[in-house]
């Protein structure tokens, strides 16, 4: 509850206001007793305001667009962001082991042992043909060891794994000692490209070229001797994948929530927005097209009792496009309007929604393979607006708010009256009514009597455009039977309910130079007795 003195009345602030400032007279009982009864005759308000002084602030979170035709847009703006690819996409741990048998018999001076053979390495995601991974992070360990008791040496050639052009090959002299029969070494795969192609003729495939030169000793070469290998590419980060990279891969966004502030305190009543739209763009640094799915991922909860709404399109998922090679690094903006053609989205509107959940998903290649790209932390930055044009009816839109109040400061008043003078230019009318409560929240008195209709409605063509301003003049009398009754109020309550012209039967269109001019007056007498 806000909480305001006597300001939330402006008869009452005046009055008081004049009584507090006798009851700070110093020395006040020097002065002979007497009895001051004026009347006092003050105008208290005479402002010119438009609808988008109203809408800043009621709804500080809006934005208050103005059209070339003088339109009103109320729009309320979030930004979201996908899943990076590095959550999504990523490069296995793989152990490689191999064997290269050593022909057995004598040798004669020295054994050259020959053998290249393809790896297939295996994908975190299903279809995926790898072409090349530039790694940021992770270890290979190399690990050999052979049964023979000759000396010589060895050199593995791994030309797919690079380092700043080098191959990460792996290079040994043995001495043929028992204690010299293993090999072992770590690299670390940071800023290491790995070539998936076996020299363009594959994917996900690399070649490992094992040269043994194996020195006479006099000794044969027994049978089942060999020379072991092990591989094991331990925990790799990547920085950057080149290839297809699968269909249908899901991605998703974070969550996010948009307070429309502006139906916050709205009892009843029912709205209809002619065009209302939610302005999606797709900024993707993703090199896959998406899919983006819309539907069922934004709910709106209404001010009124009933079950959320859920966005129902559009159908079929639009598909953002997506950086090719030529803009490695960069991004490519898409966007998408969803409108009355294409959701329902005008029903979600008119349920008076004061909040919307809104988190979307899709999913990559839907179109099936292709040749993508992704970044470690390339990801899809996504800007929504949601746009509700002042274009449209409004029937019986009642809201209230509620003040606090202290009724016995009312004591030195007699009588009030109030003069209201309104000339109204925006096309809808307000009944309005002030009610004082107790502290139960129990109703003691009225303020308005008769008709509330306070602040007339324009005069509109036939295409809801003003032709002329509603005009009313009302006076309000405030008696002594009343302020009694409302001496024992706590709370103010102010209601108001609203109706476009021709009781709300006709769209109309609220524009930046339609304003409403309020004068009020006020007339007050209190009794201030003193000695």
Request: aromatic share 8%.
């Amino acid at each position: 509850m806000k909480v305001v003195k006597i300001p939330g009345l402006l008869i009452i602030s005046v009055t008081v206001f004049i009584v507090s400032c006798l009851e700070e007279l110093d020395e006040i009982d020097k002065i002979a007793q007497y009895t001051w009864n004026p009347k006092l005759a003050v105008p208290l308000a005479n402002s010119r305001l438009g609808f988008d002084d109203f809408l800043l602030e009621s709804d500080s979170t809006s934005i208050v667009d103005v059209g070339t035709d003088g339109l009103i847009t109320l729009a309320y703006e979030e930004n979201l962001v996908s899943q990076t690819a590095e959550t999504i996409f990523s490069v296995p741990s793989h152990t490689i082991n191999t064997s290269v048998p050593v022909p057995p018999g004598p040798i004669s001076g020295q054994l050259n042992v020959s053998q290249s053979f393809v790896v297939t390495y295996p994908t975190a995601g299903a279809g995926e043909q790898l072409d090349s991974v530039f790694l940021k992070g992770g270890t290979l360990q190399t690990d050999i060891d052979w049964n023979f008791s000759q000396a010589g040496n060895f050199t593995i050639t791994l030309d797919a794994l690079t380092s700043n052009g080098t191959p990460l090959n792996q290079n040994y002299n043995f001495n043929g000692t028992p204690g010299d029969r293993q090999f072992a070494n770590s690299n670390d795969l940071a800023g290491v490209v790995m070539d998936l192609t076996d020299n363009g003729t594959a994917t996900n495939a690399f070649r490992i070229t094992v040269d043994l030169n194996i020195i006479d000793d006099g000794n044969p070469i027994g049978a089942g001797e060999q020379f072991n290998i092990s591989f094991q590419v331990q925990g790799p980060l990547f920085q950057a994948i080149f290839g297809n990279l699968g269909s249908n891969v899901p991605i998703t966004s974070e969550m996010d929530t948009i307070n429309i502030k502006f139906f916050d305190n709205v009892q009843t009543g029912a709205i209809n927005i002619e065009d209302p739209k939610a302005q999606f763009t797709f900024e993707n640094e993703l090199g896959l097209p998406i899919a983006v799915n819309m539907a069922n991922n934004l709910v709106a909860t209404s001010v009124l009792p009933g079950p959320p709404l859920t966005l129902t399109g559009p159908t079929p998922a639009p598909v953002i496009n997506a950086p090719d090679l030529n803009n490695f690094g960069g991004s490519v903006t898409s966007n998408i309007e969803v409108n009355q053609s294409n959701s329902n989205i005008p029903a979600i509107v008119s349920s008076l929604p004061n909040r919307v959940v809104y988190q979307l998903d899709g999913i990559m290649n839907p179109s099936g393979p292709v040749s993508n790209f992704v970044v470690d932390t390339s990801k899809v930055n996504i800007g929504m607006r949601l746009e509700l044009p002042l274009f449209g009816s409004i029937s019986n839109l009642e809201a209230f708010n509620d003040f606090a109040f202290e009724g016995e400061d009312l004591e030195d008043l007699d009588f009030a009256f109030i003069q209201v003078l309104v000339s109204n230019e925006l096309p809808f009318e307000a009944d309005i009514q002030v009610e004082f409560l107790d502290a139960g929240g129990n109703l003691l008195a009225e303020l308005v009597e008769g008709d509330p209709t306070i602040v007339p409605a324009a005069v509109i063509d036939g295409a809801g455009n003003v032709t002329a301003p509603g005009e009313e003049s009302r006076l309000v009398e405030i008696t002594q039977t009343k302020i009694d009754a409302i001496k024992n109020a706590r709370t103010i309550r102010v209601r108001a309910s609203v109706t476009t012209s021709n009781n709300g039967t006709q769209s109309v269109r609220v524009l930046d130079s339609y304003q409403i001019v309020i004068f009020i007056g006020i007339q007050t007498q209190f009794e201030f007795t003193a000695g």
